[in-house]
């Protein structure tokens, strides 16, 4: 086997922190997108172009922004150290929340695309029929958009097994946990372990593709069913 | 509108005057390295007029790039195995390795009242995270290690470990307070014979193989002058002073 104890701990890490953000942006994500595609509001552009900077910003950026404000002198470390729950930095949940950030336009993005494309006209039919908001969203909207909520897991789950710069900014190389995948190959690299850079590396690459066919290929089959 | 127009042009045709004479070295240079190079690089440029581009970051990553055809005339390493392996491969001019700098070691906290000079607060162990450096790609990290070995240390803080890429995310995860403390490069913290912030405990020689940090001109720089100009001032005194006034011995 190629692959040593810690590469597989990293694996099975990048999928449970990928797998757990997925959830966790889908049900942060929905209400922001449903919101995004709705409103009239003047906050609908500045609201969009936050949810969007993570695409635009170098991921160091966040992780340097996550480092300090998590850390004992930030913000967010001093109101979770004032509750108890210490500071986040170097643990799973500090990653969790960095992953959520830099995962947040690949979730709402396309969450907003299918409702913006469902409309107010299967709303409006429901309430006739004297659905209430609960009912038409899950009874119309979801079934819907659903489409998009598949593309949006798909697209989370992916952007955050590759993530890199905010890890390794606010990780701390802990095997188990915050020594994700893409860590352990920089790891084998810089150690000159090349011949376990590659498994990882080459691993990566197959995972990637299978991921974006999957995505390509439904997406056609989702075409059709329409 | 003319005037300064034609003032450029002249400042212009200097500089491509200069660039006959003065020839310019690309170098790669260790993290912990940063803060003397730093002062070098002017100095060096004004006694020699070579031009110096530096850039800083991991050996191990060096390693890689110059394997991979980067464009460095010299490597100034934070160990002394890579500039030999890449001699023994054939990647660098042979004979051309010496060691420049001896680093030192330093348990550091930003917090000034933290550390009394002493190992007190380590062997108390009431904090939650000891920052290091990566030990298997930093010598800094390594020989962190075999501090924590010497002092029957190495179970009780496993624990509570976090390491930097390199030994500059090390000493940024204790500068940003999320460390409470770390083994860090003296030459981060210490400058002209004094500890510039925050308190330490400066780790005896002793408990530590010496962090022998060798450079040597890389197959790329083999014919330029300004490469072999960059390693005759860095073996001469006015480097000397520079480097020890950051806390580095001297072979």
Known sequence: MPLSKNDLDAILLTLELASLTTVLLLIIGTPIALWLARTDSWLKRPVGAVVALPLVLPPTVIGFYLLVSMGPNGFFGQLTQSLGLGTFTFTFTGLVIGSIFYSLPFVVQPLQNAFEAIGRGPLEAAATLRANPWDSFFSVVLPLARPGFITAAILSFAHTIGEFGVVLMIGGNIPGKTQVVSVQIYNHVETMNYAQAHWLAGGMVAFSFIVLLALYGGRNARMRAL | ?251
């Open chain 2, 1 to 251: 509108m003319l005037k300064p127009l034609k003032h450029s042009l002249l400042a212009l045709g200097l500089v491509f005057a200069s660039g006959a004479i003065a020839d310019e070295v690309k170098v790669a240079v260790a993290a912990n390295f940063t803060a003397p190079m730093q002062a070098i690089t002017p100095a060096f440029e004004k006694a020699t007029g070579h031009k110096l581009l530096v850039s800083f970051g991991a050996t191990g990553q060096f390693y890689a790039q110059i394997r991979n055809g980067a464009p460095y005339d010299v490597l100034l390493a934070a160990d002394d195995t890579t500039p030999a392996r890449l001699e023994r491969e054939g990647a660098a001019v042979p004979g051309s390795r010496f060691t420049y700098a001896i680093g030192g070691l330093v348990l550091w906290s930003a917090d000034a009242s933290y550390l009394d000079g002493t190992d007190a607060a380590l062997k108390a162990g009431q904090f939650r995270h000891l920052s290091i450096a990566n030990p298997k790609a930093a010598p800094y990290g390594l020989a962190a290690m075999q501090v924590l070995a010497k002092q029957g240390l190495s179970e009780t803080v496993k624990a509570k470990l976090v390491e930097g890429q390199n030994i500059t995310q090390a000493h940024q995860f204790v500068s940003s307070g999320n460390a409470e403390l770390g083994f860090v490069a003296l030459s981060q913290v210490y400058k002209d014979g004094q500890l510039s912030s925050g308190s330490a405990w400066i780790v005896p020689d002793a408990m530590y193989d010496p962090i022998r940090q060798d450079a040597v001109i890389l197959k790329q720089g083999a014919n330029n002058p300004a490469a072999v100009a960059l390693v005759e001032y860095l073996k001469g005194p006015e480097a000397a002073k520079v480097i020890e006034s950051f806390g580095y011995k001297l072979p």
